[in-house]
């Protein structure tokens, strides 16, 4: 691993191994357009490209990451490749430089025009949860959970960049003693803790992506927070599931870590018993299980460590899965894993599993209680992976406040 | 009601009061442009408009309907008004007439660039029907479904133009007797009749949309076949809903009918019991329902006549519970009403209840026998409302054939 000609902070999220992508603009020039975080600097990669003479300037013009994650496996190799050798070569320095810009001052935009969402529910700790406090008695798990990545389609319109203040929704919703309805704000607003990951590639209708090809379509991961009313939910998911209780915001981190960048948190995912359909079996030797490890903060304040590396089913499965009845996937297709949790309480990543459903509100250190979000309350959510010889790759935050709900 | 310059079979869908927008190529011209169907013809709108020096070219120009959809009622209106002056002034006849394509051969395109799309629940004879068939011995319907309007997302990316072929899609299904589930293709292909809706004008996050203000955002109406592979939607749909037995495609008519078409279709929709809460209140003389007799044929032979008057919630009520958790609409919003079916046994808008779960097959005139879509198959899906002076409002059809499955 190369080392920078430029001053990085070794416990920077944002070393040279990391080298997301995002979309920025500055207080000057605040016209979004495509950066490479590196340290406590973002690198406006067209404009280097172009100083540069770079012919790889086309692939990083325009107000979105869509033209580079469009141009597949070989482009996405190319720039990255060319992004280190100019953070890199030193002879280079100076003419890089001028394009840095301060990544704290920087205004941070959607890196992706998004154009589906799905998302997944492939945590069994989380759905065992979810199962044990709603269906008191039964099996925790849905007799399918096991043989499918359960998944359902999000509102894309309502994908917003980490920052972006989130309204607490209002809806019907009805409690196990209310005679009908109540209409008014959520009072169980709630977040989950997810890894988002977007497709670059697109495919024809009617054809499929095996597990083998993950890579060749799906260019990098994100942070997602699913934002979810708990009790609009509960109310109106049957029979066609969450609908208004998570449609109001989904919020994305700013950074895309490509999928090169993980290669050393590539771990081998859990044994799955029954096996699954050869559709959705792993390729031997080729593991996308991912050793994610995310921090989630109410206020400030750690309250959960959830552990990705234990997903029951892989990106690449529920790739596959996805696109096994010929749905086509488009340039800024995005989905997310579901909410992580781990076997833990400290390793739960939605406030339901933390608070056990309100039974046991969440302590915070100054001395606060919750069981779900009060207006105010700010979500922050970060990760890190094992980079190559021992440093750290990093995935920068997704955060959001929550504003009270409007009349 | 003022008659064309144009000679147009008075039994035509497309006479002077329906005037419906699309998107369409001709042979020698096959680049997208919005057109107007007309009789047995297509008014290229955008070279009229240029011809005529009319300054509303600007919001016809272009491969899809969508900065028409996005420019609001006033302009709607404008646009409406100038097509049916430059069809009726028999003075503008001769600039006119040569930008009018034989609607026959025309190559006719998705009209708008679809944003999200919800597809709806609620039609109750529908719904009840499904659930005496998927849950006998319990109510058929939901203890949510009379409160508010049920929904879901469905894949935007899957939604294709009337026309396209529809590639029978695979997947996992396990019916009651299998001990695990199977992979293939789908064994219960069906079909959905709908009435979508589309909207131009969008709103800013955290926002509402009233009931009374469905028409300021919803530009118009089309039809739509929400296909469906009921095997693989019984296994995967609890509990976060329909997925792949959806997401594979969706098709709509390539005609969208203004509302403005609709003026003399618009009735007053069921009584409703209990009363919704207030958000979901239709406007005293303000009526929503609307006055649509669709028509589904299958390879030719027509199997249902489902009517729209009497859906239980109206698509300004579906709008306005779309909207009141904050969601924010995007313009090429699209949302489909669920599937319309009547009392009767030949109104039911899907093969799932025209044959009762393959109970009671479905006998063709030509010897044949349905219970779900064969390969080759062909289904069509056709609407008239009524017009001014007696006249006829036609939907033109939504039409799709089934290929078998790929290995």
Known sequence: MPASWLDIAPDSPFGIATLPYGVFGTESTPAPRVGVAIG???????????????????????PTLNPLLAAGPAAWRDVRDAVTTWLTDATLADRVRPHLHDRASARLYLPFEVADYVDFYSCEHHAANVGRI???????????????????????GTVVVSGTDVVRPSGQRKGPHDQSPLFGPSTRLDIEAEVGFVVGVPTEPGTRVRVADFADHVFGAFLLNDWSARDLQAWEYVPLGPFLGK???????????????????????PARDPEPLPYLRDVEDDPWGLDLRLEVRLNGHLVARPPFAQMYWTPAQQLAHLTVNGARLRTGDIYASGTVSGPERDQRGSLLELAWNGEEPLRLPDGGERSFLADGDRVSITATAPGPQGSVIGFGEVTGRILPARG
Chains 1, 2 share one sequence.
């Open 247 to 269: 449609s109001f915001a989904t919020s994305v981190s700013p950074w895309v870590v490509p999928l090169a960048a993980l290669a050393e948190a590539r771990v081998a995912p």
């Open 134 to 156: 709603f269906r008191p008695g039964q099996p925790p798990l849905t007799p399918n959970w096991r043989h499918l990545p359960i998944g359902y389609h999000g509102r894309a």
């Open 40 to 62: 406590d600097h973002v690198l406006d990669v067209a404009a280097t490209a172009r100083a540069l003479g770079s012919s790889l300037e086309g692939l990083l013009t325009g």
